[in-house]
């Protein structure tokens, strides 16, 4: 009968602790540090979301009317963007930590180079796309960076970029 309770007891206490072992364990997980109910995302990405997400290029109505020249002029704000964007880019793919969270369609997504906006590209036909279907194409694909650098910029919020 003693030896059944010791038994028992033995049981229980080795139970007790291999549960506390387990939850007493740091958790490891994709999900993001959570701030006031949002997920704390890195400096770097608050700074090019203030600074250069507003740049988008001409509407439809203005690459069709101006003349290229002034066209190139009108794409400036919006090529320092994707210069912006391919500088985190290849940080991003640079560096080991950001490197290894990414999915391979990710890495993919940001091995991709964006299209050349300068004055001697800029021609009614670009590789047989009109100058507009080319820019819907570059607003998605900006999209789609976008979307895998907010990823980074959230799971590691302190790390930052060393360009």
């Known amino acids: 009968m003693k030896f059944i309770f010791h038994l028992k007891l033995s049981a229980v206490l080795v139970l ?7 939850f007493a364990a740091p958790a490891t997980s994709d999900s993001p540090v959570l ?3 949002q997920p704390e995302i890195a400096d770097w990405w608050k700074s090019y979301r ?19 020249f002034e066209l190139a002029q009108k794409l400036q704000p919006f090529r320092e963007r ?17 490197k290894r969270l990414l999915t391979q369609n990710q890495k993919d997504v940001l091995s991709k180079p964006f299209y050349t906006w300068d004055q001697q590209s800029l021609t009614d ?39």
């Open 16 to 22: 007790a602790f291999c549960l506390l072992a387990v």
């Open 125 to 163: 036909q670009v590789r047989g796309h009109t100058i507009s279907t080319r820019l819907n194409e570059e607003k998605s694909f900006v999209a789609e960076v976008e979307n895998v650098l907010a990823h980074v910029a959230i799971l590691l919020p302190d790390r930052n970029p060393r360009f």
């Open 50 to 68: 203030a600074a250069q997400a507003h740049e988008q290029p001409p509407q439809v109505s203005v690459v069709y009317s101006a003349p290229v």
């Open 82 to 98: 994707l210069d912006h964007l391919t500088s985190l880019k290849q940080w991003v793919l640079r560096d080991a930590e950001t």
């Open 35 to 37: 701030t006031d109910g």
